[in-house]
């Protein structure tokens, strides 16, 4: 067949071939001779030209020599064929040169150079040689210039992707820094913008992981460049957990930085927030610029001050929106008050010493200020004091607060002639108990419970209805995070199942005997903005509709010869049960604004906006930290009550008399709203000696018991009360023997809670415990943990990049182990761990003990050192290195 023809034609292999191709040893050992033979220099060389083009610089250096080699060498040939053209008869048309001074080969260099650069000017070349050659260099300079324009072009475009990308670094200083791309930025920066537009405007930087371009146009949808009152945003797109990134927005030189939260999970996200800390104080070293951090959790805020120490500020979102909400809800109207006193547009707070005042009442400084209102001092010891006695004479160092417009459109005049009157009669407080419906599930529900408990009186109820949490699981879950509803002294909770945006669940309830009404932002629909925003809607106004609906029910069977009248929202929302509601997303706050009809139903407290306030606030001036702590009810408070306090029905007064009337009951008179109106609340009137008849409005004030704070004491306090309620020993051989964990409750240590996480002091507790020692009959009192030991432990690795990531990992490892030890102890949870996971939280907690307190001489610094626990004195725990340690 043709098949065998061909193969019959074909060399057969010789045999000694086909042995050793089947030989498997013969075939490893050829291809051992094959990797294994020593690389040629042409690969050598290939290898080193890899290396060098791989970089930018030395791409364009190869080019260059590359270039300067084709030019050198097609002149050599060039100059072969080059001749002099001289014309002796017309020397203006030929080469004006002596031919005995030209040389040819130079000649031949410059020809070949133009050759490349102009592949035109071969043209005048006559001789046959010469326009070969010239034509051969031209080709060549096409390709050598081609190359260097697509290398020119692609290092063009890198760069501008990088710009586009924001990786370039920002060589700024006195910026305000924000770390983080959260859905309170845009807020923040209009905040800010608003904050500068007294100086011309200023320059704020983003460090978002989001792309810039995202960023970019997200901004100019929300805040266009016209709103932004000459301030300029730059963004750059990177982790605030890495140090280049860092350094590349210059955190070194920023006025103040704001580390906004991330979102989903509460711990994680505090622990992100405490890595970026570490990172943020490791660059910003020797700065004297402060940090605003915002936290998520609560017991997680002794950690961040722990490890930011006095130079940061912690902002607690949940805490912050909790108490308002609870303020809010009991005083309808307060939300608009909070909503004109924070942020930069209006009235601010302004704090200011006046030599001319010294040795006067804080009582008698109303009359002296027509276009600001006192509301508070702050002492020469940095002490804030608001709604202080009126009888509270001024020091030399002390400054008055004041809610002004500008810190230039204020100072103290002649005192006004105020005309008291005659004030009514006071109004007896409220002694009836409270019936609170509470719709919704948070995360801090235990902080909103606890919180309400102090606030109602004894023998009240709350009803807590969602679906998020079943009835079986909810005592759990409060036990889980730390309340026992046992220790509760004032109110009884009743649970209640079901949906709150189905109409048929919320029909169960004995909706019309509630005095007020709390809608929260169901953590179910946390991560959806939109969508919790709907479902909160769709519960107000199914409560409103089944409140009207029962209420004319019971008129009719009351009153059956009266004709029904139809209520408004705004009867509902006043008399029968003062709600408030929880909104997360701007726009859901700019579609409620629109509707009257929505406006009515309800108080709306903007989460995301109140939170942004606050922090760009406190970004400005730290110490309004401690004001607006004290005016959501820590020692002071706001409050919004009806005119009838303070007049008469008719009475025809000036603001300055209302407020020197509030002033006999110990209040300070801030403003005014009309009653049951969706009008602003007007703070700071001007004006303030016109008659108005104030019947129809309620007036805002400020409620101060004569005490004075400072932001130390404020965190102090804070980490008082976790480690009194957390207070946990650990032995020897928990620290000591990763392997045998003997733990042990000794009186003479004392845990430091932090959120989920504890860090063990081996100092007495007498102060923190309000007792003394028994081990030392001079009853120490204990010191508080410098944050710079933390600091310190972490900057000997912080450089490569560890610092955060091992002292963070502790931290997280210990949060999965402490929400339980809080409640079962903590030698029962251990006793239930498997042994590796006993050996490494043993480690986690060598780790922090290491970071926090082992420290054998830490730095003498002044930057962000904790104060010491009130009442101690210096000397408490004997020598220290150094005066500030």
């Known amino acids: 067949s043709w098949g065998s023809r061909i193969s019959a034609r074909l060399p057969m292999p010789r045999a000694d071939s086909i042995s050793s191709a089947s030989d498997p040893q013969q075939q490893q050992s050829a291809s051992d001779d094959i990797y294994s033979r020593p690389s040629s220099r042409l690969e050598h060389l290939a290898y080193f030209l890899d290396r060098i083009l791989a970089k930018r610089r030395g791409f364009f250096l190869v080019l260059a020599l590359w270039g300067s080699l084709q030019v ?98 920002i060589v700024e200083s006195g910026h305000t820094l924000i770390l983080g791309w959260t859905e309170k930025s845009v807020h923040i920066i209009e905040e800010l913008c608003n904050a500068n537009e007294s100086e011309g405007g200023g320059v704020i930087v983003v460090l978002g992981s989001e792309p810039k371009e995202k960023m970019e146009s997200e901004l100019v949808l ?114 608009k008050v909070f909503e004109a006193l924070l942020g930069f547009e209006g009235d601010e707070f302004y704090m200011s010493s006046w030599p001319e005042l010294v040795g006067q009442r804080f009582g008698e400084l109303a009359e002296r200020f027509p276009t600001a209102i006192p509301i508070g001092i702050c002492g020469p010891d940095r002490s ?15 400054e008055v607060i004041v809610i002004a417009e500008d810190n230039n459109t204020y100072k103290p005049e002649d005192p006004l002639d105020v005309d008291l009157g005659e004030p009514p009669s006071a109004i007896p407080p409220n002694t009836e108990r409270e019936k609170i419906l509470l719709c ?29 949490v079943t009835l079986a699981a909810r005592k759990a879950r409060l036990l889980e995070d730390g309340l026992d509803t046992r220790e509760l002294r004032n109110m009884k909770i009743v649970h209640h199942f079901g949906n709150t945006s189905v109409r048929r669940k919320l029909e169960v309830l004995p909706i019309e005997t509630f005095t007020s009404c709390m809608i929260l932002a169901d953590q179910v629909f946390e991560a959806d903005t939109m969508h919790s925003d709907s479902h909160s809607l769709a519960t107000l106004l199914l409560f409103r509709d089944i409140q009207a609906h029962r209420e004319r029910k019971m008129r009719s069977l009351g009153k059956p010869q009266q004709k029904e009248v139809e209520r408004t929202m705004a009867d509902l929302k006043s008399e029968a049960c003062p709600a408030i509601c929880e909104v997360l997303d701007p726009h859901t706050q700019k579609t409620i604004s629109r509707s009257q009809h929505l406006s009515l139903a309800s108080d709306f407290c903007q989460t995301n906006k109140l939170v942004a306030q606050v922090l760009s606030m406190v970004a400005e001036d730290r110490y309004v930290k401690v004001i607006i702590d004290e ?57 303030k000696d016109k008659l108005y008849v104030w019947t129809s409005c309620d007036f805002a004030i400020i409620k101060g018991n004569g005490k004075a704070r400072t932001s130390t004491q404020k965190f102090e306090e804070v980490l008082a009360k976790v480690v ?18 003997d733990v042990t409750h000794e009186s003479n240590e004392v845990s430091v809670t932090v959120g989920a996480s504890r860090a063990t002091s081996r100092r007495p507790v007498s102060a923190a415990r309000g007792g003394q020692n028994p081990g030392d009959s001079n009853g120490p009192v204990a010191r508080s943990f410098t944050d710079d030991s933390l600091f310190s432990a972490s900057e000997g690795f912080a450089s490569e990049g560890a610092a955060a990531s091992k002292v963070s990992e502790a931290l997280s490892r210990c949060m999965k182990v402490m929400p339980k030890a809080r409640d079962q102890g903590f030698e029962a949870v251990c006793s239930q761990l498997p042994a590796a996971e006993l050996r490494q939280l043993a480690q986690a907690l060598k780790l922090i003990r290491a970071a926090v307190v082992e420290q054998p001489n830490p730095r003498p610094d002044t930057r962000g050192q904790l104060p010491p626990i009130a009442g101690e004195s210096p000397e408490a725990d004997g020598p220290h290195p150094e005066p500030d340690d």
């Open 72 to 169: 050198t060498a097609w002149g050599v040939i060039y100059s072969n064929f080059w001749k002099f053209e001289g014309n002796v008869e017309e020397p203006e048309c030929g080469d004006p040169r002596n031919e005995a001074k030209v040389y040819a080969l130079l000649e031949g260099v410059w020809e070949a150079w133009t050759f490349m650069a102009d592949p035109g000017t071969h043209a005048k070349a006559y001789l046959g040689g010469q326009r070969v050659v010239g034509c051969l260099i031209a080709i060549s300079g096409i390709l050598f210039w081609s190359t260097v324009m697509a290398v020119t072009v692609d290092a063009i475009r890198e760069k501008m992707e990088r710009l586009r990308q924001g990786r370039s670094k």
């Open 222 to 335: 929300q805040l266009p460049s016209k709103l932004r009152r000459g301030t300029r945003v730059i963004f750059r797109s990177g982790s605030p957990l890495v140090m280049g990134d860092l350094q590349k927005v210059s955190v070194d030189q920023a006025r103040s930085v704001i580390i906004l939260a991330h979102t989903g999970d509460a711990d994680h996200a505090d622990t992100l927030t405490l890595r970026t800390l570490l990172a943020v104080r490791t660059v910003r070293a020797a700065c004297a610029g402060h940090i605003v951090a915002e936290v998520r959790d609560i017991d997680n805020e002794p950690l961040v001050k722990l490890v930011g120490g006095a130079t940061v500020e912690t902002v607690v979102s949940h805490d912050v929106v909790g108490r308002l909400m609870l303020m809010a809800v009991r005083q309808p109207g307060l939300t």
């Open 384 to 398: 804030i004091q608001l709604g202080p006695s009126p009888d509270r004479v001024l020091v030399a160092g002390d």
């Open 440 to 468: 919704g599930w948070r995360r801090d529900i235990r902080d909103v419970l606890q919180q309400l408990d102090r606030l109602i009186l004894p023998g009240s109820e709350v009803h807590m209805m969602t679906h998020s």
């Open 631 to 687: 005016l959501l009810g820590s020692v002071s408070e706001i409050a919004v009550v009806p005119s009838a306090k303070y007049t008469h029905p008719g009475e025809s007064l000036s603001f300055m008399s209302v407020a020197k009337r509030a002033m006999r009951h110990g209040e300070v008179l801030i403003g005014y709203q009309a009653s049951g109106s969706t009008d602003k609340t007007s703070l700071n009137p001007p004006n």
């Open 724 to 741: 009194d309620r957390h207070s946990i020993g650990a032995g020897q051989g928990l620290l000591e023997d990763a392997d045998a964990l």
